[in-house]
């Protein structure tokens, strides 16, 4: 559930639920968040999954919106170009943001995924994956940093590849992390999607989902 769902009834009797903390793009907010919340906190349970878990949304604006212009990481120093630094730098602060400014307490007690689709703007220049894949540890790099449950990547292989592509190397963090896979429209499309392989190496993908009126997910493990 996320930001669509406002004022909407929502399902009941769900095992467990993610719920969307922004509002379309990574420097908003869901009006419904709260609400969200604790209708997910309502879920039965009884599953290896936690029955509250989060998504955020992702971006690289490239310099533009909420860039930063100064900042030091394990990429160098950002003075505010196009630049990995930079773009790591970008995506730390968005996961300061969402973990501290959106109304999540406790955000270390939650499994925090992250959307990449191709609806909101990347950088399709050269070299653009690898900047792209910067922001994305940025992000996973501050959740970790926080005790928080995990950090998962939720996309499709086409637009992953189109985002990406071959931008992760061999010692990022976002190798090994647990995929949520779009799957289709029907319950047998997801389990179907169980067996695709993961975003990056070492994954393992441990949910899929399906929509019809809302979007349902499929345990993999």
Not at 23 to 28: D, F, K, R, Y
Not at 40 to 58: F, I, K, P, R
Not at 123 to 149: C, K, Q
Request: glycine share 14%; proline share 5%; with cysteine.
């Amino acid at each position: 559930m996320s930001y669509p769902q406002c004022g909407k009834p929502l399902p009941t009797g769900q095992a467990f639920a993610l719920v969307g903390v922004n509002g379309g793009t990574p420097s908003t907010t869901n009006p419904c968040l709260a609400t969200q919340l604790a209708w997910a906190a309502g879920s039965t349970g009884g599953t290896v999954h936690d029955d509250v878990q989060l998504y955020v949304n992702t971006a690289n604006p490239a310099g533009g919106g909420l860039w930063p212009r100064s900042g030091s990481n394990h990429y160098g120093i950002c003075d505010g170009s196009n630049s990995r630094a930079c773009a790591y730098q970008y995506g730390w602060d968005r996961a300061y943001e969402d973990a501290t400014s959106r109304g999540i307490s406790h955000p270390e007690q939650y499994m925090w995924w992250l959307d990449v689709e191709v609806a909101n703007s990347w950088d399709y220049t050269a070299g653009g994956g690898i900047r792209n894949a910067a922001v994305l540890e940025g992000m996973t790099d501050y959740f970790t940093s926080i005790g928080s449950r995990g950090v998962g990547l939720y996309s499709t292989r086409a637009q992953w590849n189109q985002i990406i592509g071959n931008g992760v190397d061999s010692t990022s963090s976002l190798n090994g992390l647990s995929n949520w896979r779009p799957g289709g429209s029907t319950r047998g499309d997801a389990q179907a999607t169980c067996g695709v392989a993961p975003l990056t190496p070492g994954g393992v993908i441990e949910l899929t989902q399906y929509t019809t009126e809302f979007d349902y997910n499929v345990s993999c493990i």
